[in-house]
């Protein structure tokens, strides 16, 4: 069913070795690895067809341009969005965010609240902070559970007439819990809020629906889903993308400039002001055809059982705490072992071969919560296999036999 050494293959970095050996990614929380289709893709754009879009009427200008909104009709689908301007190209989850943060400037008032779990990445954290500092609206925070679940009982007595944004992510970076979001946004709208979620780590691994959920906003970000760095999606609801004002000047989002007057283009280009990421958004698409050609259940079958193998075996070590027991989870383990800094596990076992990630994983509040400086954190992908796993534990002993 899910032919892991074909998969293997189709990613040239599996090859190579760290420090004398094979390389063990575990780091694909913070971004996954590159299939050859994508690298492909961008490699025959600019040796084929490398010309700027939607102004040109020449035959290269015409091939990027098709392609470029070929790859938006396929994010639009994907995310099945009912149309494809409302699915705005940005650079990736931080620029989706802020693009949305900066449009509810002109939206909110004084008395206004906006509401942000205790488990975000702090991509997710600051823009608030500066748009209730701008605003005068007070920022309100879900709390979350020993097990690193948002605590919703809480979250129903924070949502009130004067909540207007509720922003949570799809899935914890941190953590890997799921959130449940559909209950989150249902919540929200009782009140009139909008609700944006970001997916930048729910999307690796989960095909989400967008109108099904009925979200106001969704964002992600392509290089953790096998596409590019510097590319990502806003997904808004048409009628939300018409209320927010632009949110850069540029060229590509006016329709006509004089000194007197701009006038805006229409959507998606109002929020795309310059030339874009045009290899990037064009190989995102091609990431999204590789994943959906393996198929999003199968993936999530496959990790579970690697989640599952690798909690067993976690779990059997002394000293060992695990960060975030939700049922509901993404093949993401925050751990630490009692009395052994994480950076130095990290640290072993990377001259073993093994990439993992140590510190706050931009999520200081939930460090703060558990009263931790950070942990290890260990994020597979479709592509590890359950051998890299044992590979992992038996370095994992070596590194606490060391450093105890
Ligand atoms: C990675 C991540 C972000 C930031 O994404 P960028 O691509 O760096 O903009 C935001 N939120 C979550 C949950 C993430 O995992």
Same mark, same amino acid.
């Not at 959507?267 to 990421?277: D, I, M, Q, S, V």
């Not at 049922?327 to 993404?330: A, C, F, I, P």
């Given at each position: 069913m899910f032919d892991i050494t074909k998969i293997r293959k &189709? +990613? =040239?970095?599996?090859d190579r070795e760290v420090n004398g050996k094979p390389l063990i990614y575990f780091d694909n929380a913070a971004t996954s690895q590159k299939p050859r289709a994508v690298i492909n893709a961008i490699v025959d754009y600019y040796s084929n067809y490398n010309a700027n879009i *939607? /102004?040109?009427?020449h035959t290269l200008s015409q091939e990027a341009t098709k392609a470029f909104e070929e790859a938006r009709e396929k994010i639009q689908h994907h995310f099945n969005a %009912? /149309?494809? *301007?409302e699915i705005i190209l940005t650079s990736g989850t931080t620029h989706s965010i802020n693009l949305v943060a900066s449009g509810f400037e002109s939206i909110l008032e004084k008395e206004d609240e906006i509401i942000v779990s205790a488990m975000e990445h702090h991509s997710n954290i600051v823009p608030w902070q500066m748009l209730c500092e701008k605003t005068g609206a007070a920022l309100k925070v879900i709390p979350m559970t020993?097990?690193?679940? $948002? &605590?919703m009982k809480a979250y129903e007595r924070l949502l009130s007439n004067h909540t207007k944004l509720v922003f949570v992510n799809h899935v914890s970076n941190a953590l890997g819990t799921v959130n449940p979001i559909k209950e989150i946004i249902d919540k929200g709208h009782d009140y009139g809020a909008a609700v944006l979620i970001d997916g930048a780590q729910a999307t690796p691994h989960i095909k989400p629906d967008v109108q099904e959920l009925n979200c106001e906003f969704y964002t992600c970000s392509a290089h953790k889903i096998c596409g590019p760095t510097g590319v990502g999606m806003l997904y808004g609801k048409e009628e939300w993308l018409h209320r927010l004002p632009p949110y850069q000047g540029g060229g590509e989002m006016i329709s006509e400039v004089t000194f007197e007057k701009t006038t805006y283009a229409d $959507? =998606? *280009?109002? +929020?795309? %002001?310059?030339? =874009?990421?045009i290899a990037g958004v064009i190989s995102f698409g091609v990431a999204l055809d590789y994943m959906n050609q393996l198929g999003f259940e199968q993936i999530a079958a496959y990790e579970k059982t690697l989640l599952d193998h690798a909690t067993k075996r976690l779990r059997e070590i002394d000293k060992m705490v695990i960060y975030g027991t939700s $049922?509901?989870?993404?093949a993401v383990i925050s751990f630490n072992i009692e009395g052994i800094h994480p950076y130095d596990i990290g640290s072993i076992l990377d001259k073993l071969g093994i990439a993992v990630r140590t510190g706050h994983h931009c999520a200081q509040p939930i460090m703060d919560y558990y009263k931790i400086p950070g942990t290890v954190r260990a994020s597979f992908s479709f592509y590890n296999t359950i051998e890299e796993i044992d590979l992992f534990i038996e370095a994992l002993l070596r590194a606490i036999n060391m450093l105890s």
């Open positions: &189709d +990613f =040239p970095i599996l *939607h /102004r040109g009427v %009912a /149309r494809s *301007h020993q097990q690193g679940e $948002l &605590d $959507l =998606p *280009h109002k +929020f795309e %002001a310059g030339t =874009p990421n $049922l509901q989870k993404t």
